[in-house]
C-alpha cells in the first residue's frame, strides 16, 4: 500500500498546510507549474518527489523535471503531464501516448480547477489536481492524496483552501 500526493500549478508557492495533509504520503505527484526549483527542493526535502515541468517553468526547472512522466506505482500504470485536457478533449500531444498505452491513472494539471473523472472509453481515473499557488484565477487552493493497493486506487481526500492575498516572496513566480 502507497499512499501518493498530488498537487500542480504552486507557481513558486510551498503552502505550509500541505505538510500536514501529506504528512501521510510516501511519495509526492506534482503535475507542473512548480514556479522554480526551490519549490522543488522545499517539496522533494519533505517526501520523494516525481515532477513534471509546466509551461511557467523556467529552465532551471525544465533541466530537471520532464514534460511527462511515465510510471508505475505497485500494479498500477501513470501517467502525467502538466497540459492534458478531459477526457473526451485530451491535448493532442497526449492523446496517441493515452491511447497506444493506456495508464490507469492520468495526471495533468494546468486548469487551475480540481476534477477527478473516470475515463470509461480509456479505462482510467483522470486526475486534474486543482492549484495550489497562490497565483492565477481560481479562488481555492487544492490538492489531493489517494492510496494505491496492489491494482486499486482508493480513499481519494481533497485538501481544498481559501486562496490568500501575500507578499510578493523573492524567487517567487
Not at 492523446?95 to 498505452?101: D, I, V
Not at 486499486?152 to 523573492?170: A, C, F, G, S, W
Amino acid at each position: 500500500m502507497t499512499r501518493i500526493g498530488i498537487l500542480s500549478d504552486t507557481h513558486g508557492w510551498v503552502e505550509p498546510k500541505l505538510f500536514d495533509f501529506f504528512a501521510s504520503c510516501d511519495m509526492l505527484f506534482h503535475a507542473g507549474d512548480l514556479g522554480n526549483i526551490a519549490t522543488a527542493d522545499a517539496l522533494s526535502a519533505f517526501k520523494p518527489l516525481v515532477a513534471v515541468h509546466g509551461n511557467i517553468d523556467g529552465q532551471d526547472v525544465r533541466a530537471v523535471y520532464p514534460e511527462t512522466q511515465r510510471m508505475a506505482c505497485e500494479k498500477v500504470g501513470i501517467l502525467m503531464t502538466h497540459i492534458g485536457g478531459y477526457p473526451g478533449r485530451y491535448d493532442r500531444k497526449i492523446y496517441p501516448m493515452l491511447r497506444s498505452n493506456p495508464p490507469k491513472m492520468f495526471i495533468a494539471g494546468h486548469s487551475h480547477i480540481l476534477k477527478v473523472m473516470f475515463d470509461r472509453s480509456l479505462n482510467l481515473l483522470h486526475i486534474n489536481p486543482g492549484a495550489m499557488g497562490n497565483h492565477g484565477l481560481h479562488h481555492v487552493k487544492t490538492a489531493v492524496r489517494l492510496v494505491i493497493d496492489n491494482d486499486r486506487m482508493k480513499d481519494l481526500e481533497i485538501l481544498e483552501l481559501p486562496r490568500n492575498t501575500r507578499q510578493t516572496v523573492p524567487g517567487d513566480c
